[in-house]
């Protein structure tokens, strides 16, 4: 088994900067693929970034990238997203994802709760 647990949420102003962490345990972390999904409220539930096994690897949503970052801490079992030039469009909750293997799927078999982040305008 896989538990994945998000922090970092919170309110912030439009353009302002956060950044989420997803601490996994359970099986060895580098087997797994990460990523995050956000989900709006109302609307269905959207792939916003992947990473690597090994972390060499990333995509982004066209919606997020040059202002998110996703990396990973494999010694720490840790997968982190770093978000700057927030939009209120960002508010949504975050779901941190994980799948055994290369690559994260479209469904991934893990997920964690999920945390809040809103921008105010």
């Known amino acids: 088994q896989v538990q994945l647990v998000e922090s970092g949420g919170g309110l912030v102003q439009a353009g302002g900067s956060l950044r989420l962490s997803c601490a996994a345990s359970g099986r060895t972390f580098s087997n797994f693929a990460m990523g995050w999904f956000r989900q709006a409220p109302g609307k269905e539930r959207e792939f916003v970034a992947r990473i690597s096994r090994s972390g060499g690897m990333t995509y982004y949503a066209n919606s997020v990238k040059g202002r998110f970052t996703i990396s990973r801490l494999n010694a720490k079992n840790t997968v982190y997203l770093q978000m700057n030039s927030l939009k209120p469009e960002d508010t949504a909750v975050y779901y941190c994802?994980?799948?055994?293997?290369?690559?994260?799927?479209?469904?991934?078999?893990?997920w964690g709760q999920g945390t809040q982040v809103t921008v105010s305008s």
């Open positions: 994802a994980a799948d055994e293997g290369v690559i994260l799927t479209t469904t991934p078999n893990y």
